[in-house]
């Protein structure tokens, strides 16, 4: 077993603290180009810390405009939370709708990640993946948490069938898969 002496633990911390302080300020730089933060309700109240809380986000599909998703995710508070070390949990909802005429910017491939984010500092990230039901004409959005050692099954899907918009005729889906 080893001891550590006070300027150890010290110094462990300053290096805990610079390592979330980083983390913490590239997922800053990340989220200015990510999604855009609807809005966060508290779950559960932490003293002398944030509170859990339960965030919602909208982001645009960068491929497909015309089609928005939402996504709810749990957002640990408490000490871990604060410093930016906590490994989020894996559940997460969404709902994708068709928000203007359908247009699609180039041929994407089934399953295609349409948007990923971090869930931990290291193992745990979301990913949002797009796909085409040719027969229905519909996309489909899938979003999952995978984690690097042994996965998670923890998911939810949204569906978006491709409907004309004002004079706009409504494209087919299955004419941009690669």
């Not at 979330?20 to 200015?32: M, Y």
């Not at 339960?54 to 604060?82: I, M, N, Q, R, S």
């Not at 959005?141 to 706009?168: H, Q, R």
Request: with cysteine; proline share 5%.
């Amino acid at each position: 077993m080893t001891v550590m002496t006070g300027w150890a633990r010290i110094g462990r911390a300053a290096t805990i603290a610079v390592i979330a302080a980083t983390a913490s300020v590239s997922a800053t730089a990340a989220f200015a180009e990510g999604p855009d933060l609807i809005f966060k309700k508290s779950t559960v109240w932490k003293f002398l810390t944030p509170d859990h809380k339960l965030a919602v986000y909208g982001v645009d599909d960068p491929v497909v405009e015309g089609v928005a998703c939402h996504y709810t995710v749990p957002e640990k508070g408490g000490l871990e939370g604060l410093v930016g070390i906590a490994e989020e949990v894996s559940d997460i909802s969404l709902a994708c709708r068709q928000v203007g005429p359908v247009t699609f910017k180039k041929k994407f491939e089934q399953g295609e990640e349409m948007f990923s984010q971090r869930r931990s500092l290291i193992f745990k990230r979301m990913q949002i993946v797009r796909g085409c039901d040719v027969k229905r004409n519909v996309l489909v959005y899938l979003v999952y948490s995978d984690k690097l050692i042994e996965g998670s099954p923890k998911n939810s899907t949204s569906s978006v069938p491709i409907m004309p918009w004002g004079d706009a005729e409504a494209p087919r889906c299955s004419d941009w898969i690669d």
